[in-house]
């Protein structure tokens, strides 16, 4: 007993440090997240110069219809093709503003990791992170937005880590396939030498 007496100290230290370690384990859940960030970068340009042309041509069309010198079928037609422009415009509107803020809705999300998108925030709200498959050492989701549809293959080294709350699991060594992933371009930026799952951002340029 008075071993155990004086071996005290040390086992309550032991186990504080072990705490402290414990803590650092950010991200650690059953369920660990990547998180993803979607840039416009090569669809913002089009879709600028797209809705800067309709609009163009909506105002040329409307300028001439106040004038006089249109004969009925002039006019008919004038009007017919300004109803077109005005649904391409509609068509543009949301994608045009939402890449202005740097923004992307995601209408929907299939993979093992996701099921349902309703599960998860849109990128509009905050940055998009989406559960993967803890099965395997990969994930494939599919995404639709903004009517662009792209593969996504995720890659990554499954550790189980035993914090406070019990057995944890994390990710390390993320990253991406790039033979499988269809997005004109795929950067992922880790924060420190392991690419853990919380210390890992992938951004997805379209």
């Not at 599919?142 to 550790?159: A, N, S």
């Amino acid at each position: 007993m008075r071993e155990i007496i004086k071996l005290l100290p040390f086992i309550i230290i032991t186990f504080l440090f072990g705490c402290q370690e414990d803590e650092e384990c950010v991200g650690c859940n059953l369920n660990p997240k990547v998180r993803l960030k979607f840039e416009a970068l090569y669809s913002k340009p089009l879709i600028d110069s797209i809705f800067t042309s309709v609009n163009g041509k909506i105002v040329e069309y409307e300028d001439s219809l106040l004038s006089d010198d249109l004969s009925d079928e002039e006019r008919l037609a004038l009007e017919e093709a300004l109803i077109l422009l005005r649904v391409d415009s509609l068509k543009y509107d949301e994608p045009y503003n939402l890449f202005r803020m740097g923004q992307t809705k995601i209408d929907e999300v299939d993979g093992l990791g996701a099921k349902s998108f309703e599960q998860f925030q849109d990128t509009i709200i905050r940055d998009f992170s989406i559960p993967v498959d803890m099965q395997q050492d990969g994930s494939t989701f599919y995404f639709t937005y903004h009517g662009f549809m792209d593969t996504l293959q995720i890659d990554y080294q499954r550790e189980i880590v035993q914090t406070l709350d019990g057995v944890r699991m994390r990710l390390l060594d993320v990253g991406v396939n790039g033979e499988i992933s269809t997005f004109d371009s795929v950067r992922v930026k880790c924060y420190n030498t392991e690419c853990s799952n919380d210390r890992t951002t992938i951004y997805l340029y379209f």
